[in-house]
């Protein structure tokens, strides 16, 4: 099977994986409680996970590829070597289905983004 086949593939199956709720654009999504029963497990995945430093080869090796959630969500037991040959292809498929592909252009960024929601998440007012 072709890395555009897997990749279509997972975006049609299912799974019970928990949300990695870590910025406001993707934690809106899920404001109103989990995944919605209808909703396709590989979407979910995309729109729960934030990927960081997505272009760095030091921050892919450094974190073991987990800059790369949502290819790590989305493709868990391969090794994370392959990661940023299938971003691109996940990003090109986000982009064709209208799913946003959520990235800070760097671990501080990510942090950051991280603390602010937090903060949000820990205010009266909430998401």
């Not at 430093?53 to 392959?82: C, K, M, R």
Request: proline residues 3%; aromatic residues 8%.
């Amino acid at each position: 099977m072709k890395v555009e086949e897997c990749v279509l593939h997972t975006f049609e199956h299912k799974n019970g994986n928990d949300p990695e709720h870590t910025d406001k654009k993707t934690t809106n999504l899920y404001s109103q409680g989990c995944r919605k029963n209808d909703e396709d497990w590989g979407v979910h995945q995309v729109l729960s996970s934030h990927n960081y430093a997505a272009d760095s080869l030091l921050a892919l090796h450094l974190s073991g590829g987990l800059n790369l959630q949502i290819e790590h969500h989305l493709f868990p037991s391969v090794h994370y070597h392959h990661y940023p040959a299938l971003s691109k292809i996940v990003r090109e498929t986000c982009k064709e289905f209208g799913i946003p592909y959520v990235t800070s252009d760097s671990f501080l960024d990510a942090l950051r983004r991280h603390n602010d929601l937090m903060k949000k998440m820990g205010s009266a007012d909430k998401l």
